[in-house]
């Protein structure tokens, strides 16, 4: 497949062509997949997320440029969408203007959250493989930290950086949503604004009474809009990250994430392929006659036609 | 299997066993309905809906009362909260005192209503083909008419009945709630209290306004607390069915009904076998490991792991 061998490339026009496919659920997106696996798994994913507002895309942005300049081939996939370069499919790899994207060589891709959520995560960790195979090094996930569903997204990870501001209440909010549970890593974003020690104070007090008492939250301070906090927020990834691999807990989560995404993979393709796959209403229908005819009953019934159709 | 046995034999004890079995979702349940499945398809399937209080236990009781003089075998399954015999597995099997419980041979039943909404619906039609398969000719599937899923459940019935009483606005409610939709026929009970009249016109407007234009629906006046309007009500659904019959529309219906019915049971199969069956954590982890190993894709492991649980 021309696709495929132009992914591995590593060009931008077919990486987009080919998450497109995978967005849309599409047989081909699938089969893409299929031929790609074997040079899938070498990339390091960084979930970011947190409040509208805070300065994920900045962030990102800065991050990727840090990156960048010592010769990492960086990707970011954005499920925000409140994200400036949202839109989805319309939109397709629209480049968002900044330092990093300026220069050409990060792919940039937003990812419509059009369709059930389940699906969106199913198509973001599609996406992100497409990217892992056409040899980007470090592909970020920004996804808005609002609502549970988008917050599962940054699952998918091998280390999420929550974002938070010293304004308006995002502390209190992010204990309450759930957001601080998948942190990492949090940089409180907007640093040199007034509260953000306050905001520190009250995170490590949250984390100490037992929020999350796993093991400790990296807390860093960040200007992203200024370029400052930005390496250091970029060597305490690298570091959770090495220390991780030497514990095995990256191999862990990297399996653990895995049973989750083949459940939703398998919910869909039974979805997909038994109620939208070619032929599908007139096999379900024959298959209602048969048990109405007493010739089988309903559970055998959708027994066979789950195996017809994945067959 | 014994229990499949005392369950064509009519066994009430039996069948509450049986109902126990497909309610919890159980192979066993699964296996017994496989057994029984060429008996099923005879009895006459009436649903009763309509809001909390408006007589449904009532009206079913004298309708089954009117069955029951002339020799047919009658069941209730109850999928109303709020009915006086509700409380699921726990109360099991126990009889509202009633004229027609009363005299111990109307089978009546009460399904739990834990779990999501779909997996009620199954269960329910699980237990009404266990009920026909043991003999009962007439079964009642009774659903308060409160959301959408009490309502979904009426549409495994022939026919339909809402009953509807002309106290606390039940008919704007109905027209709103999308009750009407599923009526094959209307019951204004307690058609004694003040407003039925009003009651009817409104309906009869509804309904010529194209409300449900697909065909003419019946509309009777009862008193079921005083069996008054109750054997007109039966006639009317006999007649109705006798119609649905000669045309063919009858068939359609439980060709229809049957669809969707093996969507339903393909979706819980999926979710039962592939992540509750025995030896499914450990198969999903071998799956994620292959994964990362480069072995496999997640599509092609989740078509794996869905054809070897159903295997």
């Known amino acids: 497949m021309a696709l495929a061998d132009e992914v591995l490339r590593g060009s931008f026009h077919a990486i987009g062509k080919a998450i497109s496919l995978v967005e849309n659920g599409a047989p081909e997106g699938r089969d893409l997949l299929e031929r790609l696996h074997a040079r899938v798994g070498d990339s390091l994913r960084i979930g970011l997320t947190g ?6 895309s900045t962030a990102v942005d800065e991050m990727a440029a840090v990156l960048r300049a010592r010769g990492e081939k960086v990707a970011v ?16 790899d629209r480049i968002r203007m900044s330092k990093a994207a300026g220069a050409g060589d990060v792919f940039m891709r937003s990812m419509a959250t059009r369709g059930e959520s389940g699906g969106l995560a199913r198509a973001t960790q599609d996406a992100v493989d497409l990217l892992d195979a056409s040899g980007r090094t470090f592909i970020f996930i920004e996804t808005v930290g609002v609502g549970q569903s988008e917050i599962e997204v940054s699952r ?24 601080l549970e998948v942190a990492d890593i949090v940089a409180i974003n907007k640093a040199d604004r007034g509260g953000a020690d306050r905001l520190e104070h ?20 960040t200007q992203a809009n200024a370029g400052i906090g930005i390496p250091e927020l970029v060597a305490t990834v690298e570091a959770f990250v090495f220390a991780r691999k030497a514990s095995g807990a ?3 989560r990297r399996r653990l994430g895995m049973e989750d ?26 298959a209602a006659e048969r048990v109405l ?19």
């Open 51 to 56: 409040p509208p507002g805070v300065g994920k």
């Open 202 to 221: 009250d995170l490590r007090t949250a984390f100490e009474l037992g929020l999350r008492p796993r093991r400790e939250i990296p807390i860093l301070a």
């Open 77 to 92: 996939v954005a499920v925000d969408p409140t994200s400036p370069f949202s839109g989805g499919a319309l939109l397709g």
């Open 261 to 286: 995404r083949l459940r939703k993979i398998a919910e869909f393709l039974v979805q997909k392929d038994l109620w939208g796959g070619e032929g599908a209403p007139e096999r379900v229908k024959e």
């Open 156 to 179: 998918a990870a091998d280390c999420v950086i929550v974002l938070l501001s010293p304004e308006s209440g995002d502390g209190v909010q992010a204990m309450k949503s759930g957001l």
């Open 250 to 252: 990256f191999q862990e």
């Open 293 to 311: 005819r007493r010739e089988n009953s309903p559970y055998g019934c959708a027994r066979a036609l789950i195996r017809e159709a994945l067959r």
